[in-house]
Structure formats: C-alpha cells, structure tokens
T-cell receptor
C-alpha cells in the first residue's frame, strides 16, 4: 500500500526556522516532491529529491533518506507569506501517480 | 504562459444535474490528472491519463467519468451530481513519469451541489 504521514498543523515565529517532517511507505520509489499551497489556491511546486541528502533552494531546503523513508522541508527566515499548507508527495515506481500526504498547515506568527 | 487552465472556475449545480469540467494544458505533457480536495482529506486522485486516448481510475473514481480525446485536454464528467461531490477540483499535468518532472496544477474549480 501507499502511505504518507506528515503533521497536520505547525506554528512558528516570523524570522525563525521550521522543519516539516514527512515519512512514507510506498511500493517503489522514484522521487519525493514538496508543494506549497496557499489557502484558496492551487499547489505550487517547491522542490524534489531523488537521491539521499539535502537540496537547497534559497530559504527552502529539502532532505531525503530513502533507507528511512523520511524527508523534511526546512524553511529559514520565516516570513508571514510562508503561512500555507505544505504537501509531501512520493512518486512510486512504474506509471503509478504521485501519492500525496494530507499536508501540513503552517501558521507564521509575529 | 497559460500552463494548465481549468474551466469553469466556479459552478453551482442541483442534485441530479450533469456537467463537464474541462482541463487544457499547453505544455505538451503526456500525463494528466484530476483530483478533488476536501477539508481534512488532502488531495485525492479521481482519474488520470498517461497519454492521448488512455484513462485509468484513481483512488475515488465512483460517480465520475473522464475522456482524453486530445493530448492537451482532459475532461471530467459528473453524470448525476450528488451533494457528496461538492468539492474543489484540481487538474494537473506532467511531462512524463521521470522523477525530475514536477506536476503542474490548474487554479481549481469550486463546485457546489445543492
């Protein structure tokens, strides 16, 4: 079966660092994606990891450990506009579509 | 610079009515998807297509039908709408199954069934 777990909600302070964790069990693995979704809007692509390690993209970084079935998204220097849901998604093997977690709703407070 | 376009953006239907949601992409993507998103449920895959003329069932296909007659279009049909189908519907497309090809989403269709 396919299963992705991530926390439902998190709160962090403006200017701080927050880490959003994602654990997964899927039939095969071809990559892991992170999406950002602001309320009332469509998900937008943030990052992907195929190999173990850290991928950095400005204030956002994503880490992957395939052996542990684990990833995290790290957001630095938090801004109010980072308040959104963050979706973890895994690409299984073959033609199987992306499997999405239910998302983590992040609230950034002053 | 259109990307993935969904039509309509909003719609209110009465129970039992039928309608078709249109998704069009101009990126020459092979793969297309229809999702619904409900509070607390995350994105749930309804149907998808891996190329022109192909369709496959996702996680929640009941009550929906799809067609992919042209590569750029993916249609989602509700034959007899039910209140349980009130949701936000997202279409997405992807170049291929390769890990380095992200999925692009349309802006969504907000559908209410009374």
């Amino acid at each position: 079966g396919q299963n992705i777990d991530q926390p439902t909600e998190m709160t962090a302070t403006e200017g701080a660092i927050v880490q959003i964790n994602c654990t997964y069990q899927t039939s095969g693995f071809n990559g892991l994606f992170w999406y950002q979704q602001h309320a009332g809007e469509a998900p937008t692509f943030l990052s992907y990891n195929v190999l173990d390690g850290l991928e950095e993209k400005g204030r956002f970084s994503s880490f992957l450990s395939r052996s542990k079935g684990y990833s995290y998204l790290l957001l630095k220097e938090l801004q109010m506009k980072d308040s959104a849901s963050y979706l973890c998604a895994v690409l299984p093997s073959g033609n199987t579509p992306l499997v999405f977690g239910k998302g983590t709703r992040l609230s950034v407070i002053a | 610079n259109a990307g993935v376009t969904q039509t309509p953006k909003f719609r209110v239907l009465k129970t039992g009515q039928s309608m078709t949601l249109l998704c069009a992409q101009d990126m020459n993507h092979e793969y297309m998807y229809w999702y619904r998103q409900d509070p607390g449920m995350g994105l749930r895959l309804i149907h998808y297509s891996v190329g022109e003329g192909t369709t496959a069932k996702g996680e929640v296909p009941d009550g929906y039908n799809v067609s992919r007659l042209k590569k750029q279009n993916f249609l989602l049909g509700l034959e007899s709408a039910a209140p349980s189908q009130t949701s936000v519907y997202f279409c997405a497309s992807r170049a291929g199954q390769g890990a380095r090809t992200p999925q692009h989403f349309g802006d969504g269709t907000r559908l209410s069934i009374l």
